[in-house]
């Protein structure tokens, strides 16, 4: 197996120096948040680094030497890796990113010795410039050196070992450095998602299993569509996929393993089982099973093993998410008349209800930071909403006609979700970061839903 | 046509016209223009799924209202229909599909289309259907039969229907 290493360089930098796995390479294949009257919650503001410019030059290289990347010749890769991460930036509605094109190209000398004078005076107070080397075995090096053009000073800098399949990783990174630095937040773009791609006329709609990078890159498909699959969630270690499929009839909640390309059931019952979960740690799987029109939550071991029902109420209780902590559980249930959000001890102890706003709450998913959960709040049209963990400050971050299944970022900055379009069923992934205002959707091949926002890469 | 027929048939479709408040009903399938023993002949084979569908003649489904799972004396005329072909067959066994309209969030409709499938399900069995002949499955919002976002098609979607396997 390729594999990929992070090199520890320069500065006063968190640097991880865990050697990476590579990722097989794939086979070709807005409106303004609403406020509530009363119940509208504080906004982190975060006007004052999202105004900041940042200038992003072609990386560059000691000599143009032939690759075994996809992207061409090491200046080639240069110039790839430079837009990636002007993309991340921009895209995102985090900095005003200028560059490459357009911008004054650093020799490979001046690279870490910027031209300072050169820089004052153009609209950008940031400088992110980088170099491409060939190393031995094919393996590509790649810098990253962050500036700060009024101080004259260089905020951060690392280099990055990746085998060829694996050179977007480096350009993430370097986007995750460059944020990271500026923001105070912790990283998110070295990350991929899980999701389910759908073709098809609407009332027998195709639906796949896939994967993508976090900027839709290294697209592939895992499932043919023969059978249905659908409500996909990446493990925290990135080598399964929980999912819901229709294999052989009915629905039933699948571990994919995504080395073999093997998959076996999560629990051997004769009844239909949905929702499936991770634990932050990997070890527990939730999932909802039910018996005689009775849905409830249960907990299993991610290896297998017995099962642990956790609720035993009349109606439906399904979903459920864990606390980054992995002490408690958050979950919808409709016992008390329609689809809530109650709270419980990951024993299923202590559960006790949440929402109380008009309309329906559905699909609760606890941020990473531990400090909201995201859902969908049902009043006619669905719109992605977030509530703090005790029941409080309602937030409505979209307005659409249906906007569904919240899956936060790594760092519980920005939050995924799926939105449909009425009449045709059309389906797309969006996502939108916590102040409601930077709202774009992602690329997909073809139609989406469930998208499962996975953590950072190990 | 003899008076008694006349009453039989007048009562027949009060009958039918009941059942036609809450949701439109399939049309049973076309009978075609051949005489009485054309059509007995190219009927379809006594016991399969198309002679359960010409029999069933639109009961074949039931309808629910939003959010609901409830059996209504509508649908339970319909499954009383379907009950009775049933046991006229006692090999034959039978999927009953749960739906839902597009307006639940995915899992939950999964769960909630179990449950609408289930609710028929057990009523067949209370009719005296054998329950080990009778499955159930959920597709939840993902099968619509109508296509529309509106009041109208929500009404067909939100369904069970009874599939009997060949």
Redesign the interface.
């Known amino acids: 197996m390729k594999s990929l290493f992070l090199l520890p360089f320069v500065l006063p930098l968190a640097l991880i120096t865990a050697p990476l796995l590579a990722q097989p390479v794939p086979p070709p294949t807005t409106a303004p948040p609403a406020e509530e009257g009363g119940l509208s919650g504080s906004v982190s503001d975060e006007n004052d680094w999202q105004d900041l410019g940042i200038a992003i030059t072609d990386f560059a290289t000691d000599a143009d030497v032939a690759t075994g990347t996809n992207a061409g010749s090491t200046a080639q890769l240069g110039r790839g890796l430079s837009r990636i991460i002007a993309a991340n930036l921009r895209n995102n509605g985090l900095f005003r990113s200028a560059g490459p094109d357009g911008q004054p190209q650093p020799l490979f000398g001046e690279v870490q010795a910027p031209s300072y004078g050169l820089w004052q005076g153009r609209s950008a107070e940031m400088l992110v410039q980088g170099s491409v080397r060939a190393s031995g075995g094919g393996q590509l090096t790649v810098g990253c050196y962050l500036f700060d053009i009024a101080l004259k000073q260089q905020l951060a800098g690392a280099s990055w070992t990746v085998a060829p399949g694996d050179w977007r990783r480096a350009a993430h990174k370097c986007s995750d450095l460059v944020y990271s630095r500026l923001s105070g937040e912790n990283p998110f773009f070295d990350s991929r998602i899980a999701y389910i791609a759908e073709t098809g006329p ?4 195709i ?1 796949r299993l896939a994967v993508m990078d976090s900027d839709g890159a290294n697209h592939r498909f895992l499932t043919t569509g023969q059978a ?1 699959a ?2 996909p969630r990446y493990s925290p270690d990135y080598k399964s996929i929980l999912y ?1 499929s229709y294999l052989n ?3 039933r909640i699948y571990v994919y393993d995504l080395a073999s390309n093997s998959q076996r059931l999560v629990a051997q019952t004769g009844n ?1 089982t ?2 499936p979960r991770w634990s932050p740690d990997g070890r527990w799987v939730l999932y ?1 099973m ?1 018996i ?4 409830d939550i249960y907990r299993i071991p991610a290896q297998g093993g017995a099962s642990l029902r956790l609720t035993n109420a009349p109606g ?1 209780n ?2 459920g998410s864990f606390s980054p902590d992995g002490s408690k559980v958050v979950f ?1 249930s ?1 016992r008390s008349g ?2 809530q959000l109650y709270v419980m001890n990951a024993d299923g102890s202590d559960q006790r209800r949440i929402s109380f706003f008009g309309g329906r709450a ?2 609760p998913e606890w941020s990473p930071r531990g400090d909201q959960i995201a859902f ?1 709040h ?1 009043a ?1 049209n ?1 719109r992605i909403a977030v509530m703090s963990p005790g029941g409080g400050n309602l937030r409505y971050l979209t307005d659409s006609w ?1 906007d ?2 919240p899956s936060w970022a790594p760092n519980g900055r920005i939050i995924q979700f799926f939105r ?1 379009e ?2 045709s ?1 059309k389906a797309s992934l969006w996502q939108v970061d916590l102040t409601g205002r930077n709202e774009r959707r992602l690329p997909t091949p073809v139609d989406a ?2 998208p499962a926002w996975g953590p950072i890469r190990p | 046509m003899s008076k008694r027929n006349l009453a039989l048939l007048l009562a027949l479709s009060a009958a039918l016209s009941a059942c036609a408040s809450k949701a439109p009903k399939q049309l049973p399938p076309d009978p075609g223009a051949g005489t009485a023993a054309d059509s007995a002949q190219q009927g379809p084979i006594p016991g399969s799924q198309a002679d359960f569908a010409a029999f069933a003649r639109g009961q074949d489904t039931v309808y629910f209202d939003t ?1 609901r ?1 409830n059996i209504d004396s509508e649908d339970a005329a319909a499954l009383a229909t379907q009950a009775q072909w049933l046991m006229r067959y006692p090999a034959k066994r039978a999927t009953i599909e749960g739906h839902c309209d ?7 409709n ?3 289309g ?2 609408r499938a ?2 028929a399900k ?1 009523y067949l069995a209370s009719l005296g259907v054998d329950a080990s002949r009778l499955t159930s ?2 597709y939840g919002k ?4 109508a ?3 509106d009041e109208a098609s929500w009404a067909k979607n939100r369904r069970a229907v009874t599939v009997t396997i060949d």
């Open positions: 609407k009332s027998r709609r639906k249905m659908l409500t819901l009839g009915n629905p239909p949905f929702a909802s039910a005689a029109g009775n849905t439906i399904i979903g919808e409709d329609s689809q559905a699909t969908t049902i006619g669905f249906q569904e299944a449909t009425r009449g069923g839903s469930d | 959010d799972y597009e307006r639940g969030t995915r899992e939950y999964l769960a909630l179990e449950r289930n609710a057990t499955v959920s993902e099968r619509p039969a296509l529309g976002s």
